[in-house]
């Protein structure tokens, strides 16, 4: 990645949800895709983008599991909380920085590309406060009450929002500060939507197919036909 300013990078991989759809008995950051699990995958890949330090976020019973996972990698290790918010808010406190560039990741996009990555964090280094990376919307949405459709956006006007989404750290932190000092009835879905209601602009950049996130057994059977494709080299 070639860097446009002297400050660290910091990526933050939440991994601290209970989530088992995809029916392996642990959550999902832990199950393993062709022999590395997805929380591993996605530190690999941060590394390979030349992010200078990693935090993983998991809840505190699978600490141990996680670090047997990532014993060949330089990470630090946070708690996580009962919210994707407040696991968030908890990794942000504990870094001593107060300049940096950080990305937020679910673990759970294990595929995507360290390229990608790179255009995050470069956006961010040229000025950007919030960065996303989005990809085109292909189905049809509708805006639905109950049964009934009320609308239909357009859709040539919408994206899918991937990870790593990044931010200005020292701005980042003052928007969880406001956030969590005067709840306004809002809940963060994710990070840009929290810097949106703070009034910070988000720019957008060129996600990737393969920053798929991993969810449920289709999800899991399609990364391992990726990985096994000539795509997947």
């Known amino acids: 990645m070639t860097r446009t300013t002297s400050r660290p990078v910091i990526a933050v991989i939440a991994a601290a ?12 950051a ?5 022999g590395e699990s997805l929380i591993a995958r996605s530190v690999r890949a941060m590394g390979e983008a030349g992010i200078d330090r990693i935090v993983v976020v998991v809840s505190p019973d699978t600490e141990p599991l996680a ?55 470069q956006a961010v280094e040229a000025g950007a406060p919030a960065v996303v990376p989005v990809v085109p919307v292909t189905d049809t949405v509708k805006v639905v009450e109950g049964t009934a459709v009320r609308s239909t956006p357009d859709r040539s006007r919408l994206r899918a929002v991937q990870t790593p989404q990044g931010f200005d750290l020292r701005t980042l932190r003052a928007a969880n500060e406001a956030y969590f000092a005067s709840p306004q009835g809002f809940a963060a879905t994710d990070d840009a939507s929290l810097m949106e209601w703070f009034g910070v602009p988000v720019r957008t950049v060129d996600g990737d197919p393969w920053a798929f996130k991993i969810t449920t057994p289709v999800d899991l059977l399609l990364a391992e036909a990726l990985l096994d494709s000539d795509l997947g080299g």
């Open 17 to 28: 949800g209970k989530g088992t759809r995809l029916g392996a008995g642990v959550p999902k």
């Open 30 to 34: 832990f199950v393993e895709l062709r």
């Open 67 to 121: 670090r047997e996972q990532l014993a060949g990698f330089s990470v630090s290790v946070a708690h996580g909380g009962a919210e994707r918010a407040d696991s968030i808010w908890s990794a942000l406190r504990g870094i001593s920085l107060v300049d940096a560039t950080v990305v937020i990741h679910d673990a759970a996009r294990a595929l995507t590309p360290p390229a990608m990555i790179a255009r995050v964090v």
